[in-house]
C-alpha cells in the first residue's frame, strides 16, 4: 500500500489551508494551493509553493466546491494527493471517489466510508449494531407533518430536529411542543439543502443537560486503529463550538476509557482510516453517555489534541496516506499503549461575530490586528493581520488561539492572558465575550454544559473598551495630520523665548578654522581630494538635525539653534559638518514651530560669527 507523495494539493482556504500547507512544507513535499477571485489576495495561496484559479466565474463559496475544476487543477498541477481540511468538499464522497479514479491520493477514508459515516442515520444504525448506546430518535421525518408528528411523539418533547448529513451546527432546530414542530422542519430542510445539497431529516430526543465530548481517532491502511483521547465541546452557541478542551475535565479515568473503547469499536466496524471525530452527548446528571455522530475528516479543535498528546495530526495523515503504519516511526503515531496525556489545552475561536447582535457576522478591514504569543501559546489563522479583509462571504472564523498549560488553572490563566494581549479593530469580533467565558466560575469548575451559553446572560454584558495603544496611535496620526486641537485660535506668545543653556567657551576667542574655511580655500575639486587623501574619520554632528525628528520632536526653535551655533564652532572646530537641515524641516517650521524656513537659511549663515 506504499505510495510516494511528494506533492500536495489543498482543498481549502484559511486558515486550515494554512496549517495544512505547513505540515506539508515540513514534511519537504510541494505545497499547491486553490483560490477563489474572492481569495486573490488570501493568506493561505501565497503560503503555498503553487496557487491555482478556482471556479473561475462562481460565486465565492461555490468556486471551492466545483468538484471538477479542483480535479483539474489537480492534474495540471501533477500533484500526488489532495488533503480536503474540513468543510467544503471534506466530508464529500465524490471527491474521494474522483481522486481515486483520477490515480491521486485522497488524505481522508474512502468514499464508501464517507458515505455511511456522512449519513447520520446510517451511522446510528452501525453503532446500535456494534452495541454503542445512542439517543432515542426517528426515522427519516416524511412531508407529512401530520405522521411526522406522531413519530415525534413516541420519542417525546424536547426533540431535535436534525439534517441527516453535514454539521457545523447547520441543519438543526430544537422543538419543544408539539406546535413548532412543522415550521422547525421546514426550516432545518431549507438549511440542510442549501448547506449540503440534501434535505433528509430526523429527530432526535434532547437531552437538557449535556456535555458535548468527542473522541479523536486516526486509523491507517493496515487496518490499525488508535485514539488521541478525548475534548470537551460544550461551549457552544447555535450548535456551533466555542471553546475546547483537552482532555475533558468533566470524565473520570474509567468514563474516559469506556467512551474511547466505544469511539474505536465503531471505527473498526466502519473500517476507518486517517484522522476522524466520533461525537457523544454526557448526561450531567446520570453520567450516561450517547454517540451522536462520526465527523469523517480533520476538526478544527485537533489543536488540543495534539498539544496533550505532541502528535501532529495532520502529518500522521499525510503519512499514512502514503503507507505509514500506526505503531511504526514512519508514521509518527505511537502504538495505543504508548499515547499518554500530557497537560491540558484549550482552543478559543476568534471570530469576526458580534456577541450583543445574536453572533451577527461582521465584514470590513483589520484597522489593527495583533496575535498572542509567549509560552504555552499557539494560534492557527488565515488573513489575520492589519489591513487584512474580512470577506462577508465565508465563515467569520479569524484565528484559533490554543493554551497549554501543567494544571487546568494554568492553561486557564495562559488563555486569559493571551486573549487580553489580542487586539481585533476595525470589525466587532467576539474576544470580550470568550475572556468572560474563560475566567467563568463555572467554566474553571469544569461544570458546564452545552446550554452554559444560553443560560448565562452576563457573558453578553457590555464592557467598555479600554484606551489602549490603538487610540494612542489614532491621537497621534490626527495630531500629526490635522495639528493638536489646543492649538487652534492661539496667538504666538510675545514673551521672550527662553534662553537656552550652551557650553561655556571663551567668547572673545578667535574662532579656529574648520572644513568650511578649507573648501573656500581650496574649492570644491581640490577640497575632494584632500578627503580622499585623509586617513583618519571624518564625523558629522546630527544632534540639532536628530533632535527636530525624534527626542524633542518638534521642539528645537531657531532661537536655540543660533544660541548654541558658536559653542560648537570654537570647542568642536574638528568636525567635518554639523547637520541641522533635512527634508522635514519646512513642514515642522511651518506647521508647529510656527517660524520662517527661510529666516533659518538665512540665519545659519551667519550664526558662529
Known sequence: MHRTIGSLLVANRGEIAVRIIRAARELGLRTVAIFSEEDRVARHRFTAHESYLV?????????????????????????????????????????????????????????????????????????????????????????????????????????????????????????????????????????????????????????????????????????????????????????????????????????????????????RAAHYTHAGTVEFLLDADTRAFYFIEVNPRLQVEHTVTEEVTGIDIVKAQLRIAAGARIGGPASGVPSQEAITLSGHALQCRVTTEDPANGFAPVHGRLDACRLPAGFGIRVDAGSAHTGAIVSAFYDSLLMKIVARGDSPDEAIGRMARALGETRVNGVASNLP????????????????????????????????????????????????????????????????????????????????????????????????????????????????????QSLLATRVRTHDILAVAPAYARLAPQLFSLECWGGATFDVMLRFLREDPWERLAFRTCSCR
Not at 473522541?215 to 460544550?234: A, K, M, P, T, W
Open 55 to 267: 471556479g473561475a466565474g462562481r460565486a465565492p463559496i461555490e468556486a471551492y466546491l466545483d468538484l471538477d475544476d479542483v480535479i483539474r487543477v489537480a492534474r495540471r498541477a501533477r500533484v500526488d494527493a489532495i488533503h480536503p481540511g474540513y468543510g467544503f468538499l471534506a466530508a464529500k464522497p465524490e471527491l474521494a471517489a474522483a481522486c481515486a479514479e483520477a490515480g491521486i491520493a485522497f488524505v481522508g477514508p474512502r468514499a464508501e466510508v464517507l458515505r455511511a459515516l456522512g449519513d447520520k442515520l446510517a451511522a446510528r444504525a452501525l453503532a446500535q449494531t456494534v452495541g454503542v448506546p445512542v439517543l432515542p430518535a426517528t426515522g427519516p421525518l416524511p412531508r407529512d407533518h401530520a405522521q411526522a408528528k406522531d413519530l415525534a411523539a413516541a420519542i417525546g418533547y424536547p426533540l431535535m430536529v436534525k439534517a441527516s448529513r453535514g454539521g457545523g451546527g447547520r441543519g438543526l432546530r430544537v422543538v419543544e411542543s408539539p406546535t413548532e414542530l412543522p415550521e422547525l422542519i421546514e426550516t432545518a430542510r431549507r438549511e440542510a439543502r442549501a448547506a449540503f445539497g440534501e434535505d433528509l431529516v430526523y429527530a432526535e430526543k434532547v437531552l437538557r443537560r449535556a456535555r458535548h465530548v468527542e473522541v479523536q481517532i486516526l486509523g491507517d491502511l493496515y487496518g490499525n486503529l488508535v485514539h488521541l483521547f478525548e475534548r470537551d465541546c460544550s461551549i457552544q452557541r447555535r450548535h456551533q463550538k466555542l471553546v475546547e478542551w483537552a482532555p475533558a475535565p468533566s470524565l473520570t479515568e474509567a468514563e474516559r476509557g469506556t467512551l474511547c473503547d466505544a469511539a474505536l469499536t465503531l471505527a
Open 433 to 548: 465575550f470568550l475572556e468572560r467565558v474563560i475566567t467563568h466560575p463555572a467554566f474553571a469548575g469544569g461544570k458546564c454544559t452545552t446550554t452554559f451559553v444560553d443560560e448565562t446572560p452576563e457573558l453578553f454584558e457590555p464592557v467598555p473598551a479600554p484606551d489602549g495603544a490603538h487610540r494612542l496611535l489614532e491621537f497621534v496620526a490626527d495630531v500629526t495630520v490635522n495639528g493638536n486641537p489646543e492649538m487652534v485660535g492661539r496667538s504666538r506668545s510675545t514673551a521672550p523665548l527662553t534662553r537656552a543653556p550652551v557650553p561655556r567657551y571663551d567668547a572673545d576667542r578667535p574662532i579656529p578654522p574648520g572644513s568650511r574655511d578649507r573648501l573656500r580655500e581650496l574649492g570644491p575639486e581640490r577640497f575632494l581630494g584632500w578627503m580622499r587623501r585623509e586617513k583618519r574619520i571624518h564625523f558629522t554632528d546630527t544632534t540639532v538635525r536628530d533632535a527636530q
